[in-house]
């Protein structure tokens, strides 16, 4: 996509101005260092841009909100919603979930609340394949 295009030359700029300027023998100059914040700032605001599909935040089990950086404060010192994220998560639309990891506690948790839905559970690159082709991964 054009957005990861530009997050990859953004990351090649800001790369390279740090390594131009551990080859130098003087101080860098500010013009030089200017370009190098101005790399970092355009990565930042790619970073913390709008999401482009709905993430549900554990908080409130509802999608994240605008801005981003205040829910994810709360979510440091309050309880996981699980039940309500899943179910909001469900009625949105989504109908098959992917459990990454090992074990299968949420497949689990997933199937007690909801059986109509579709859950995997992937413990390895080889488990995720399998699933994916069955699934038939977008």
Known sequence: TKKAQKAIEEFSEYLRG???SLNMDDTVPFTQELSHVENYLELEKLRFSALSVPVYANRS??????????????QMDHPVLWEKTLRGMIAAGADTFLELGPGKTLCGFIRKTDPSVRSFGAASWEELRTILTEVGAC
């Open 18 to 20: 740090n390594l131009d």
């Open 61 to 74: 089990g509802e999608p994240y909100p605008e801005p981003l950086r205040d829910t994810l404060a709360e």
